[in-house]
Structures are given as C-alpha cells and as structure tokens.
C-alpha cells in the first residue's frame, strides 16, 4: 500500500513512539490525526512540525479507554480529512509493580491498564473500521511489547496486558479480513519518556543485547511504516528488540 494521500490516525501520537510515526507517516505524504489524552502540547508541537515540513495533520483529543470519545474522534478525522485509511493503536499506561509482588498488583491497576491496552485499542479499531471496509483497504497497528511475549516487564498485569494486545491482533485479523489488514508490533526497550527515572536501568541493558543497542522511536516507526505499506502481512506481530529475546 501506496501511504500518500492516505488518512492516519496515531493514538498517543505526540510523544516518543507514536510521535516518531506520526513524523514518518507525514514524510510519507500522509494526512495525520494526532491522538493526545494528557498531552496537548507535545501533540501540537507534532503537528506544528508536520505543517512546517508541507504536511497535513491535526491534533484531536480522546481518551482511547472512552468508546464515546473515540468515536466522536474518528468521526472527527473523517469530517476534516474525508475518511480513515490507516490506525497505529499506539496509546498505552503502565504501573511499576516488582513482578513477585501480587498484592500490589490491585483490581484498580487491573482496570485501567486494560481500559487503556486493550479495550482502547478495540475501541480504536471498531470506530474506524467501516471507513476502511467503505474504501475497500485499511490497516492498523497494534502496540504490543516483549512484555507480552516473556511475561516480564513493568508489572505483571501490564505484560498480561500486552499479551491481550498480541491476541487482540490475532482475533482481529481474522474478524476484519479480507478488506482490513491488522498487525502488531512488539518493541523490546526504546528510549521514550517511558523510562523517566529509570533511564540508567535502560542503558544497562544495552552491553546485554546482541546488537548493543536500545532501539529509538524512529527504528520502531520505520517497522511499522514498513508494516502498513506491506499488503501480504496480517495476524503477525513483528518483534523489534536488537535481539533481547532471541
Ligand atoms: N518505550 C519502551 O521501552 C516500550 C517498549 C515496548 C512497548 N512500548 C509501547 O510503545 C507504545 C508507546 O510508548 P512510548 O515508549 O512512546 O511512551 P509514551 O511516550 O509515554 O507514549 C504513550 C502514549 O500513550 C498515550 N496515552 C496514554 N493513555 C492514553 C489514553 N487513555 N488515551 C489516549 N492516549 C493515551 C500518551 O498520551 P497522553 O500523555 O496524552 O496520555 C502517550 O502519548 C506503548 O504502547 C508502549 O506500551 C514501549
């Protein structure tokens, strides 16, 4: 698939990953719908360095675990730029829970991480998918992580999340082919305001990693520009990790 002219949405598009994609997929020539729920300046400062660059794109407000907000989001995207071609379901929350500490892992750290994870990124995918179905192609990526594959990660209900997330991918492949492709991408450590405060802990691991290297914003958003473009590709989740768990 041809990304020019095509119609993005980015949930969480303002800061570290998403805000990579949302740069990628402009220079692409994409039209983009900056998704922000707390962070309006870093989405409009995203959108600011699109218009500059001679593209198009919007910041829009939604809290993705809110099915009301999401749908009046796209119906939004699709009044301003005409439809909704493409959806990288980026937004996500984590809690920092020691893994062996099943206490803390509370009911309401539970909820919200799957309000979030998981419900929103369905939530996401359900609101766009008869614009896609309409024009007879669309895409979307799904956020996973090595969490959801090892089971280790900031805590436990968040590598269960993502797990969710890995399997949401699968179900959805399925319900929305043969119009929609969906896929996920799950990264290992990528240097985002993800690791504020534990940044020392992310630099550690780069000696240990076969590549040597943590992977940037940008490494993850040039996987997934390459997932979306690629029309043979659904029901996968790509690993993108230099390494850490081969
Ligand atoms: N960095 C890593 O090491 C790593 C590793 C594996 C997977 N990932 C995944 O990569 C994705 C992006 O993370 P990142 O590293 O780029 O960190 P980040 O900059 O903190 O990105 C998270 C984004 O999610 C948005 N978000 C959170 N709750 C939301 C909600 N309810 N509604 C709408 N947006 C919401 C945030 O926007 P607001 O501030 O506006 O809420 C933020 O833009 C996440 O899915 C994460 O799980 C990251």
Not at 12 to 35: E, P, Q, Y
Not at 94 to 122: S, Y
Not at 131 to 143: C, F, P, S, V
Not at 201 to 208: A, I, Y
Request: net charge neutral.
């Amino acid at each position: 698939m041809n990304l020019n002219d095509k119609v993005a949405l980015v949930t969480g598009g303002g800061t570290g990953i998403g805000r990579a994609v949302s740069l990628a997929l402009a220079d692409k020539g994409a039209a983009v719908a900056v998704n922000y729920s707390r962070s309006r300046d870093e989405a409009e400062e995203t959108v600011r360095c699109i218009a500059e660059k001679g593209g198009r794109a919007v910041a829009i407000q939604a809290d993705v675990s809110k099915d009301a907000e999401v749908r009046k989001m796209v119906g939004s995207v699709a009044e301003r730029f005409g439809t909704v071609d493409l959806l990288v379901n980026n937004a996500s929350i984590t809690r920092h829970i020691p893994l062996g500490d099943l206490e803390a892992a509370e009911e309401v750290v539970w909820d919200e991480l799957f309000a979030v994870n998981v419900k929103g990124m369905f939530h996401c995918a359900r609101a766009v998918a008869p614009w896609m179905k309409r024009n007879k192609g669309g895409a979307i990526i799904n956020l996973g992580s090595i969490a959801g594959i090892t089971g280790v990660g900031s805590s436990l209900p968040y590598a269960v999340s993502k797990a969710a997330v890995h399997g949401l991918t699968r179900s959805l492949a399925h319900a929305l082919a043969p119009e929609i492709r969906v896929s996920g991408v799950a990264p290992g450590a990528v240097a985002t305001r993800w690791w504020a405060g534990r940044e020392e802990q992310m630099e550690r691991l780069s000696p240990n990693l076969p590549l040597r290297r943590v992977s940037t914003p940008e490494d993850i958003a040039h996987l997934i520009c390459a997932v979306l473009e690629q029309e043979a590709l659904t029901g996968q989740t790509i690993t993108v990790d230099s390494g850490q768990t081969l």
